[in-house]
Each structure stands twice: as C-alpha cells, then as structure tokens.
C-alpha cells in the first residue's frame, strides 16, 4: 500500500490520506468514522499480560508544543580542539551507519569520549582541549533540558498539564490485578516523573533511598499494597502504580567517584543553571548517555541492567510495546524490539508524527500482522490521540456496568406477549394452562 501524509493500520482496517478535513463539522465526521476502528482496537490491545510504553524525544516535543514553548534540540555543538573536525567526520560516519543520517549530538558526544579515552593515555595537554569541549557541550545540552523543563513548569496552559495526564493515565490506567505498565524512555529530562506525580501514578524504578536514592542492581519484584477496610492478612494491589527504565540515564544522575555508586541528586523540575545540585564536569559526573559505541553499551555499567530490564519486559509472550516519539534511530532498542517480534503473541504500535525513512526501513523488517501503525501529523499529534483515539481504561468498569444495566433494563421493559383469543373463560384458561 502507497503510504500518504496521514494514515493508520489497525488489525484489518487499513487507510491512509493525502490531506484531512479542515472544516469543523467535516473533521468531526472524519474523526467519529475512524475512531470506531481505531479505539476499540487500542482497548484491546492495551488490555495484554504485558503493557510497555517506549517514548522518544518526540513526546517531550510534543508536551512542549501544547504548552508554547521550545524543546531541546539534538543539533550538534563547536569544538575548538584540533581533534573537533575528526570528531564531527566520525559522528557523522557512525550516524550513517546507523540509519539515522544527520549526526546529532548523542553521536558528537559519543565519538568526542571515544577520542578522549586514548589521549588520556598517550597526551594529557590534548586531552584536557577535548574534555573542555566536551564539557561545554554538555553545559550547553544540559541548560537546554532544564531550560525546557523549565519552560513547561511555567506555562500558563493548563490543556498541556492535562494532556500529558491523560496521555499516560490511558496505558497506566490498568486493573491492579494485571502486570504493572513499564514505561521506558530514552529521554533525560523530568517529564514522565513530573506528570506521574501530577497524576497521581507512583513509580517503582532501580533507586532506593529518600535522602540519596541509590541505584540498585537487585531485581525484586517491588510493588505496592493495602490492607481492604475489614480484611486482615489479604493485602491487594494498589492501582495507579507504574515501572520506569531510563535507558539513556538522566539529567539528574551522579556518579561518586569514592562509593563508585549512581545516585539521583535533588535537582528541581526545571532547575536554574547556577543550582548548586548541577556539576561543574559533567563530562565526569552527569551520568546521560554518551558512550564511545552503541553496540557496546549493554556491557558498561549501569546500561547493562538498564537492558536486561528492557529486553526482559518485552521479549516474552502477550507482550505489547507502544512506541511514542521515538525515531527508530537506535539499533540497539530496534533490535530488541525485533527479537521481541519473533514470539508470535508479541505485538508492536507505532505512533509517529512523521513515517520517514527510518521506520520504513524497521517495518519492512517486521510482519504486518504484528504490527500496529497511527502515523502522520493528525494521527501522531497528542492532543488528537488523548481526545479522540486512545481508549480510557479507567472507564471500562463504568461503562461495563452502564451496558449490563441497559441490556437488562430492554428486557424488563419489553411488555408482555398478549394471550390468543380462546373463547374460553380466564378460570378455564388458567386451567387449561396448568394442564399443558
């Protein structure tokens, strides 16, 4: 099928557009018809053993957008050591290889500590011109994240607040008595924390403490309970309870050089740039993602438990994996999700705001059968999926209960059969009747 701007594919209903109505009574149409496909499909989906949610940096865009600020870009940064136009040529090199195109800023990152990993062996002065690089620009991606976490906080928009509650109360909002959802990210900022404690969602992820949350290697199957009014000894799960797996690490991460423990430093939502929680090397310190190779980074610490979390959470029967924002440029989470595509009951759903080249290239990799798609700017915006297409979980009992009462409500209501004409009186009718 020729793929247009807008379209989806959701189980056996297949459709793509070139242009979707602008007239208001128009697009009201278009989005019922549709969403009677789509939504009961999403319901059930979201309704399997296993529920994951992978968000990209689309999503924080996305959040931004509604609330009218800027997002933090990917774009890449100077270098004034000799090494920096060598450091660009490779990024650019690896960003190809990796089917991405454009090298970002992940990617300068990433061959700028690959080239200061030797010159610390063989040339001390040469290393410190491309620490100080680095450092800078880390200064300069760090300010950006915060600046836009900060730039959220503030916004006088209430919708976006909203919208971002909405958005993750559709997966979270799951029977206690299923698995927990597991949201894994690839972002660095707050955001997800931030509109969980706006929802109300607790999170359950590797970090242990209340003074310095400690990362933990443990794999306990953490969880959260409470005792029902009157019962004692039956302790039931509690709702609202989310997992969360920041594959890239976050802003927020330190390293400690003498425990040689991660930790989570209290650094506010949004944090100003002279906080004294910020370090002054982030090179050394700031524990977000740049490593000198992606194929590498499930042997280093602490990616490798990070990964296992991830590839354990997926890679198994009637696993879902809803993917948001997230551009498929990383092959070491594409190729999980393949590996999660080969077990037959898995299935995967892609909402992009864009079908560019690179999820093509992913999908041609994949069955369509296993494979959900909500793509283009109408059905990736959202604003749209949290009005009219995801399904809203927390409803179910209700409208469950509203159905049962309305089918039993038309059978009370149906008046009785009248009685054939006999010729009979109603004694020997009733008579009649006993007899038969």
Not at 129 to 138: E, F, G, L, Q, W
Not at 299 to 304: D, I, K, S
Not at 363 to 387: I, K
Request: proline share 6%.
């Amino acid at each position: 099928m020729e793929w247009k701007a807008h379209g989806y594919r959701v189980g056996s209903s297949s459709e793509t557009f070139a242009a979707i109505p602008t007239d208001a009574d128009e697009l009201d149409r278009f989005v019922t018809l549709h969403r009677r496909k789509i939504e009961p499909w999403l319901a059930a989906v979201f309704q399997a053993e296993h529920l994951n949610l992978l968000l990209g940096s689309g999503f924080t865009t996305a959040v931004a957008f509604a609330a009218g600020v800027s997002a933090t870009g990917m774009d890449t940064a100077g270098g004034t050591s000799s090494y920096a136009p060598a450091i660009m040529d490779h990024a650019t090199e690896s960003a190809k290889k990796m089917g991405r195109g454009k090298a970002n800023i992940e990617d300068q990152l990433r061959s700028a500590i690959a080239v200061l990993d030797g010159l610390n062996i063989i040339d001390k002065v040469a290393a410190k011109a491309v620490r100080d690089d680095i450092n800078k620009a880390m200064d300069a991606f760090l300010y950006s994240l915060l600046a836009t976490e900060q730039g959220i906080a503030d916004a006088e928009s209430v919708p976006a607040s909203a919208m971002l509650q909405s958005f993750l109360l559709s997966f979270a909002s799951r029977a206690a008595s299923r698995e927990r959802l597991h949201i894994f990210t690839t972002n660095y900022d707050r955001l997800i924390e931030r509109g969980c404690d706006d929802a109300g969602l607790r999170i359950i992820d590797r970090f242990v403490g209340t003074l310095r949350p400690l990362f933990r290697n443990t794999r306990i199957e953490l969880d959260y309970h409470y005792n029902p009014p009157g019962i004692r000894g039956e302790p039931r799960f509690m709702e609202g309870v989310v997992r969360l797996t920041k594959l890239h690490g976050s802003l927020d991460w330190r390293f400690d050089d003498i425990t040689r423990r991660i930790y989570r430093a209290e650094t506010p939502f949004g944090a100003p740039q002279d906080h004294p929680s910020l370090p002054t090397s982030p090179v050394d310190t700031v524990m977000i993602y740049p490593n000198p190779a992606k194929d590498v980074e499930t042997t280093q610490y602490p990616y490798a438990e990070l990964f296992r979390d991830f590839a354990s959470a997926i890679c198994r029967p009637n696993s879902v994996v809803v993917t948001y924002g997230y551009g498929f440029g990383d092959d070491h989470i594409n190729r999980v999700l393949l590996d999660m595509l080969s077990v037959p009951s898995a299935h995967l759903v892609i909402i992009a705001f864009d079908l560019d080249d690179r999820i093509k290239g992913f999908l041609d990799q994949t069955r369509p059968a296993q494979v959900s798609l909500l793509a283009g700017g109408h059905f990736g915006s959202l604003q749209r999926l949290v009005e009219d297409y995801l399904p809203k979980p927390a409803l179910d009992y209700i409208t469950g209960r509203m159905s049962e009462l309305l089918k039993n409500r038309a059978f009370a209501e149906i008046p009785a059969a009248p009685q054939p004409a006999t010729g009979l009186g109603t004694d020997q009718a009733s008579k009649l009747g006993s007899i038969a």
